[in-house]
């Protein structure tokens, strides 16, 4: 299948491409487009036959369910059971926004849309390449990640090239995308709203709004095999870069500066990779980035502070590793605060959980 590539800006208003796109949905195929969390890959989300090659053309498994975006609030209703009441505060506080809300499903929405559970993921993107494309589609569109299965995010239309061309109909390329990290997702089904993934709205914004919030225990720790995360995609690896990543925290820290014992574990690791012949890459902030030594490749994420700068390139370096073939990567820890939470979630999933304390 040859892929076409095409570009739109935000601010243009002409739709011929988007029309493009737009039939191609409406036809069962497959167009990747820019959200302002990751870039999506997305189907008919009412079309059994168009949902079950996204998990094809990603080689997801089946059992991990895909969310539906809607462009208007109007759009919800007929793809779920009820709207609870935290659920509806939750959307009139942050959609269109990176939140991703589950419901119980109607009779509207196929199993191989939701991974055959009851309950189905809803988001309204607050992006206005794919606002115009979920309406000019007229129906809801069904988005996971648009990367290969266990591959880092794509934040640009560059990393969806490197995984689908050849796969999939079309990518609508819209620039880099705004946040860098998929979307908060909330299970509103129950007494109490539950957090699978931590994203930019954040709990402590969650909290603000609704009062109670629990966090699923699959976010912080691994999956053990009984384990039945509530977020399937919880129990996958993720987000993973080819070479092994290994994250090195302080016992102590305080959230502020990284510690000298964290920069000269991550330099001695570093040169004992690269004195055995292998490559070593190390993922660290502006303030740090000149205490590691030259051979290594020293990629920083941006100052320590400005979280929303450091989830944003996340993804980016995790795949630039990838290209330039490193063989371990080392990486600085963050608060898992606020956004620092998203960030640090990702980061102990691309590390499979191998975390260094020192
Ligand atoms: P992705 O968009 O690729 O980041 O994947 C969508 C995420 O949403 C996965 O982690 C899924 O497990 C999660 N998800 C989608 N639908 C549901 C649902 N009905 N219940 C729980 N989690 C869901
Ligand atoms: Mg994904």
């Known amino acids: 299948m040859e892929t076409k590539v095409i570009s739109i800006s935000r601010e243009d208003a002409e739709d011929s491409g988007l029309k493009e796109a737009a039939e191609i949905l409406r036809r069962g195929g497959l167009v990747a487009f820019p959200t302002e969390t990751v870039y999506g890959l997305g189907a008919n989300a009412l079309d059994e036959q168009a949902s079950s090659k996204i998990y094809a053309a990603k080689g997801r498994p089946s059992d991990n369910p895909l969310i539906a975006h ?173 070479a092994e990543l290994t994250l090195v925290e302080d016992r102590e820290y305080t959230g502020k500066a990284v510690s000298r014992r964290v920069v000269d574990t991550i330099c001695s690791l570093a040169a004992d990779c690269m004195a055995g012949g292998r490559r070593a890459g190390i993922i660290c902030t502006d303030e740090t980035k000149d205490c590691y030594p030259r051979e290594a490749e020293i990629r920083s994420l941006g100052r320590r502070s400005q979280e929303e700068t450091i ?37 102990t999933k691309a590390a499979g959980y191998r975390i260094k304390k020192v």
Do not use: C
């Not at 930019?200 to 225990?217: C, F, K, Q």
């Not at 995790?318 to 605060?337: A, K, P, Q, T």
């Open 311 to 347: 989830a944003h390139n996340l993804f980016g370096v995790l795949r630039e590793f990838d290209s330039l073939g490193v063989d371990e990567i080392y990486s600085e820890s963050f608060s898992g605060e606020n956004l620092g939470r998203a960030i640090m979630n990702r980061l």
């Open 70 to 242: 809607i462009a208007d609030i109007a759009d919800l209703p007929p793809l779920v059971a009820e709207i609870p009441e935290a659920g509806r505060r939750l959307m009139e506080a942050y959609w269109p926004g990176p939140l991703t809300m589950i419901f119980r499903k109607s009779s509207l929405v196929p199993r191989t849309t939701t991974g055959g559970l009851d309950t189905v993921a809803v988001r309204m993107p607050d992006d206005a390449i794919a606002g115009r494309l979920i309406r000019l589609a007229g129906v809801p569109v069904a988005a996971p990640s648009a990367n290969m299965s266990g591959r880092p995010s794509p934040t640009r239309a560059d990393h969806v090239y490197q995984d689908m061309n050849g796969r999939i109909e079309m990518i609508i390329d819209g620039g880099p995308v705004g946040i860098g990290v998929e979307s908060t997702i909330v299970d509103v089904t129950g007494n109490v709203p539950v957090l699978l993934r931590p994203g930019a709205v954040t709990v402590e914004m969650l909290r603000s709004t609704v009062g109670e919030v629990e966090i699923d225990p699959a976010i912080s720790g691994p999956v053990k095999p009984d384990m039945k995360p509530k977020a399937p995609g919880m129990k996958y690896r993720h987000y993973a870069p080819r």
